[in-house]
């Protein structure tokens, strides 16, 4: 990412969580203007044109997105602004500002949580990853063949943000698509993502615990994921991005049989 685009990611988010009223059919206007956007190469490069004056490139947005909310519409109008170093790099962020905005429309749902099951569900399911990411499929049925599949299991908010991603995935795939979800809903709500492998489901009170002591320890809410993986025998194995705090049976018998190996 270029520090034009990092810049302008930053202005933009910044501009989105400062506007009031910011709902999930706000996120879900945000989406569909990312897809219009990146379908026209010439409206596109238009907007990320440094010859272009930053009011011509936002009277450009305002003119195309005359229907859509006030909130959406500003916050298009803030993204044109700004200087991005590719086209595809202002199609990014208008998405990341999509999932922002369902963040923020729906505070009280546990998105991260809901995006990662769907992700566990995604990875179990060879045949469902194939559908959703394949680049022959017809990308509106991909976005209904997702939401035929998660609509009922998941709020609405996680189910528009799964079938906007799959319906506009631009070579990526499904799984890095939601990772990168989860990645900002955290972001913007101040969380860092813990993974915890377990060999059983966690209580509600060792829930707690465990979410009290990783908060102590990283000063800031943690939201937990948590898998359940047979091979850890035993305790747990939590990873919070690049730090891994094992503490499992099966990482203790390896340290062991080491050992005793050496």
Same mark, same amino acid.
């Given at each position: 990412?270029?520090?034009?685009?990092?810049?302008?990611?930053?202005?933009?988010?910044?501009a989105l969580a400062a506007t009031q009223g910011? $709902?999930?059919?706000?996120?879900?206007?945000?989406?569909?203007a990312a897809r219009l956007i990146d379908s026209?190469?010439?409206?596109?490069?238009?907007?990320?044109?440094?010859?272009? =004056?930053?009011?011509?490139? *936002?009277?450009?947005?305002?003119?195309?997105?005359?229907?859509?909310?006030?909130?959406?519409?500003?916050?298009?109008?803030?993204?044109?602004?700004?200087?991005?170093?590719? =086209?595809?790099?202002?199609?990014?962020?208008?998405?990341?500002?999509?999932?922002?905005?369902?963040?923020?429309?729906?505070?009280? $749902?546990?998105?991260?949580?809901?995006?990662?099951?769907?992700?566990?569900?995604?990875?179990?399911?060879?045949?469902?990853?194939?559908?959703?990411?394949?680049?022959?499929?017809?990308?509106?049925?991909?976005?209904?063949?997702? *939401?035929?599949?998660?609509?009922?299991? $998941?709020?609405?908010?996680?189910?528009?943000?799964?079938?906007?991603?799959?319906?506009?995935?631009r070579g990526r795939r499904v799984r890095q %698509?939601?990772?990168?979800?989860? /990645?900002?809903?955290?972001? *913007?709500?101040?969380?860092?993502?813990?993974?915890? /492998? $377990?060999?059983?489901? %966690?209580?509600?009170?060792? /829930?707690?615990?465990?979410?009290?002591? %990783? /908060?102590?320890?990283?000063?800031?809410?943690?939201?937990?994921?948590?898998?359940?993986?047979?091979?850890?025998?035993?305790?747990?194995?939590?990873?919070?991005?690049?730090?891994?705090?094992?503490?499992?049976?099966?990482?203790?018998?390896?340290? %062991?049989? *080491?050992?005793?190996?050496?």
């Open positions: 990412m270029g520090s034009a685009t990092t810049q302008a990611l930053a202005t933009s988010a910044q910011i $709902t999930v059919g706000v996120g879900g206007e945000l989406f569909a026209s190469v010439q409206l596109s490069g238009a907007l990320v044109d440094p010859s272009v =004056p930053a009011q011509a490139r *936002q009277d450009v947005v305002g003119k195309i997105f005359a229907t859509v909310s006030e909130q959406a519409r500003e916050a298009l109008r803030v993204a044109a602004a700004q200087r991005w170093s590719r =086209p595809s790099d202002l199609i990014d962020g208008i998405e990341e500002l999509a999932i922002r905005a369902v963040a923020i429309g729906a505070n009280d $749902t546990d998105l991260e949580g809901e995006l990662f099951a769907v992700s566990r569900t995604v990875a179990e399911n060879p045949d469902l990853e194939l559908a959703l990411g394949s680049r022959i499929g017809n990308d509106e049925a991909k976005a209904q063949l997702a *939401q035929s599949i998660f609509g009922a299991a $998941t709020s609405p908010a996680t189910a528009l943000i799964v079938s906007s991603l799959v319906q506009h995935p %698509l939601l990772s990168r979800a989860i /990645h900002i809903i955290a972001t *913007q709500r101040e969380h860092v993502i813990a993974t915890v /492998h $377990t060999a059983v489901p %966690l209580g509600d009170a060792q /829930h707690k615990r465990l979410s009290e002591a %990783l /908060h102590k320890r990283y000063g800031t809410n943690v939201s937990l994921n948590i898998v359940i993986d047979p091979s850890v025998v035993g305790g747990l194995r939590v990873q919070v991005a690049d730090d891994v705090i094992d503490g499992s049976i099966s990482a203790r018998l390896a340290d %062991l049989r *080491q050992k005793l190996a050496g």
